[in-house]
């Protein structure tokens, strides 16, 4: 399992024309479920996310986290994230999760999130999706939990 996490000034979902969901400051988190990802996978990133500190202090250090600022998670479903560019110039995504089983855990993940809790809010599972950010910094970082054994 993936998260490309960035940290925003502001972020939203737009699905046919239609903004579905916007946060203020925060993070939009960009999850990739892989095959043989499970709960312990969606925990551990759910967990990872919520306590990083990639936001400024006072003396303007990145040493507070999405909770401490009060801000909000934007997740978005991107099964790309899984794709493999390491043979030619197109993309494998055989590492990809089937959508039935991928939606499972995306929604647990925001469910892991809500719990912490944080306000949360998604984009539409398997939509074609326009996703407008500021990044903040810009600030952007890669978390992966592998299925441990």
Do not use: W
């Not at 709960?39 to 250090?61: C, H, M, P, T």
């Amino acid at each position: 399992m993936r998260a490309l996490v960035q940290r925003v000034s502001e972020a939203k979902v737009v699905v046919g024309g239609q903004e579905v969901s916007a946060v203020g400051r925060g993070l939009l988190v960009f999850l990739g479920v892989e095959k043989g990802d499970g709960r312990a996978e969606a925990e551990y990133l759910a967990r990872k996310v919520s306590n990083l500190r990639i936001f400024e202090d006072s003396v303007g250090k990145m040493n507070i986290s999405v909770q401490d600022v009060k801000g909000s998670v934007l997740v978005v479903s991107q099964f790309t994230l899984a794709g493999d560019t390491g043979r030619g110039n197109r993309p494998g995504f055989e590492n990809a999760a089937l959508p039935e089983d991928a939606k499972v855990l995306y929604e647990y993940f925001t469910t892991c999130l809500r719990q912490v809790p944080l306000p949360v809010q998604t984009g539409i599972f398997q939509a074609e999706m326009k996703v407008h950010l500021i990044n903040d910094g810009p600030a952007t970082f890669l978390l992966e939990k592998r299925q441990e054994g």
